[in-house]
């Protein structure tokens, strides 16, 4: 299971308890009550940390990393992404193909998606510490601009469609 929370820009706080309840009847005729069956201390976790992106059981690092476009035609650009990362895991935690997905977007200066690539964190095509280089293509010449971000989302898929937790966002 996999929880997310947005928290307002409001809160000024950095450190909050997760508290897990069930509800308690011990007698049909008393009512029930709420009782704390757990409770975490969860951290905020800031848009600018890119050295230690936790997405349990991993760690992500991303170490560096370089935008460039490539002019296809006179009408569509591709961009590359040049990444430098490490990843690392519990060894003790098993997962199976339903874990969540790294998304990797290309967003103009508009917030408007340009593209976006999906990468498991087990089986075929998952991301791996180390140089890799991945692609967007059909960008067209009008949504090709400067000032483009990258915005890595840990995803999940949930029966109201896709969830995305924003966990780093790369500027120039």
Known sequence: MSYAFTMPTSETGSSFTLKVQGTVQSDPAAPAYRSTIAALPVNVQSDDDRNEIHLYPYTLNIKSWILT???????????????????TRDPQVVLDNNFSTLKIELVDALGSSLGAKY???????????????LTFTGVTSDQAKSNLTVKVSESIMTPNGEANRVIAVLKP
């Open 69 to 87: 476009p490539v002019i296809q035609n006179w009408s569509s650009y591709t961009y590359n992404l040049h990444l430098d990362m490490d990843f």
């Open 119 to 133: 990468f498991p964190f087990v089986g075929a095509n998952r991301l791996v510490s180390g140089d890799q280089t």
